[in-house]
């Protein structure tokens, strides 16, 4: 490649990646992303009281995620977190693994409605980064026991969920109406759960706190 050559994608590159402050975000726009989302929890149950010491715990799950932006304002917005709806397979902790062996107990899947209000931060550049805080409403279905537990006939119930968020993310704007953009939240869920009946006669109500980590790097194109 001769040094024009050169010197013309080079050019092209800077041009790229620096004429994008046109793109600031303006009242009326409406983001739409969509990419792999992941959930990370960070907590346990409760004690069981049939087995002491004993807890269950989420593992992590990944998904189909969408969020969406409205802005009412250049810096002011309001955004909602979905997705396909997450799986997760429920692990035993503590002395639970020495009554059921390392094996999955349950399942459920769920589904995390999230709204924020958005404050969009300017930058003068083509990164447009936002913090929002706001409502999260989990949906749990198709909860069910299995491995060893499942074997005794224990059924397992878990009871929606309503609690706080907080997300952070970032923008990148390209001049040519696209954007990619990564995004973070923090999600308060803590539901209530029952597994009741089977062999063992079990009667456990538990509070199971999951309070994960929402993980998404997608891509979006902005509709003015």
Excluded: C
Excluded at 136 to 159: M, R, V
Aim: glycine share 12%.
């Amino acid at each position: 490649m001769g040094n024009l050559s050169k010197t013309a994608l080079a050019a092209a590159i800077i041009t790229t990646f620096t004429a994008a402050p046109v793109m600031a975000y303006e009242a009326g726009d409406f983001i739409a992303r969509v990419g792999p989302a992941g959930v990370f929890p960070t907590g346990e149950s409760d004690d069981l009281d049939a087995v002491p010491g004993g807890q269950v715990e989420a593992d992590d799950a990944w998904s189909l995620g969408l969020s969406f932006s409205y802005m009412f304002t250049d810096k002011i917005g309001v955004g909602v977190l979905g997705a396909w709806p997450f799986e997760h397979d429920i692990q035993p902790k503590g002395n639970l693994k020495a009554v059921t062996g390392s094996g999955d107990v349950g399942e459920t899947k769920h589904l995390p409605p999230t709204v924020t209000l958005q404050w969009h931060i300017p930058t003068g550049t083509s990164f447009n980064p936002y913090l929002g805080a706001g409502l999260n409403y989990t949906y749990f279905f198709d909860e069910d026991t299995k491995g060893t537990l499942g074997d005794t006939g224990a059924d397992l119930s878990i009871d929606d969920s309503w609690g706080w968020a907080a997300e952070a993310g970032v923008d990148y704007l390209f001049p040519n109406d696209w954007l990619v953009s990564a995004q973070v939240w923090y999600i308060s869920i803590e539901p209530d759960a029952e597994v009741t009946g089977g062999t063992l006669g079990l009667n456990e109500d538990l509070e199971v706190e999951i309070n994960p980590w929402v993980f998404m790097a997608s891509s979006a194109m902005p509709e003015r």
